[in-house]
């Protein structure tokens, strides 16, 4: 089958992907009426059925988004037809494609009605993103789930800096999470990522080499932070799909 996106995605770049190589598109999760019926209509009955259990038509509608777009990235990469295409569920939820080549993995995140899909032929990976402006107390949240040298990273920074480092730290943490499959059971806690611009993980305790990883930094959408982990000397690409 001749790869081929709908039209309301036309405009969504789609590079050649190698080993080694990791694409992410980010954008509003907000379709006009015709795209979100098209996405809808290559959704299998028990997504469909899930759609229909939100119990607000939004969420509802933004799952029909993320979804029905994931389908059409990987039909499109895949060669295979978007509806066709099965998913199986990890242990702790992380979906995974049936039938696909074992070094083709993907994974999606949604907040505040922008979503990202990272796709890549790499061994794991995983794609956080957050709203930067959303309510949450720094200090509470930042002593439960970040590290100690995290924690000691943010401390003397200004207030919009440690908001910015904030969200840097904790959409680092859930790529890499989200990478393993694990859910929190891998504890936040046992690994150390970098709070400032640059993008890293300086510590994993038990068998992973750091050294290993990848993680890169990117902004999905004004106001909001991004973070892709994955395994492997991994060549990033992040693009916004403004005119979706
Ligand atoms: C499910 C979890 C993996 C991420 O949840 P989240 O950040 O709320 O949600 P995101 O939008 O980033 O990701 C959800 C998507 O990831 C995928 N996913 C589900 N379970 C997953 C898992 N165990 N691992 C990786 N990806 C998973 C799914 O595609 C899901 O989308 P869908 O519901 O439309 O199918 C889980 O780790 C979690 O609950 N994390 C919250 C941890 C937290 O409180 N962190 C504090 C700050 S570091």
Known sequence: MEPKLPDFLNSAPCPELDD?????????????PQALETCASILSPDELDRAARFKFEQDSNHFVAAR???????GFYTRCSPS??????????????????DTLKFNVSHSHGIGAWALGLVPLLGVDV???????DLDRVGKRFFSENEWASLANLSAAERRAGFFNCWTRKEA????????????LKAFDVSTGNEAEITRIDGDQDPAKWALHAFEPWATYAGALAAVGQVQFHHFVLTDV
């Open 176 to 187: 890499f999470v989200k990478a393993l499959g694990d859910g929190l059971s891998f504890s």
């Open 68 to 74: 029905g777009m994931l389908r059409f990235f990987l």
């Open 84 to 101: 066709e295409l099965e998913f199986t569920y990890g242990d702790k939820g992380k979906p995974e494609l049936i039938h696909a080549s």
């Open 130 to 136: 957050e709203w930067t402006l959303r309510k949450v």
């Open 20 to 32: 080694g190589h990791v694409l992410v598109w980010s954008g509003s999760l907000d379709l006009a």
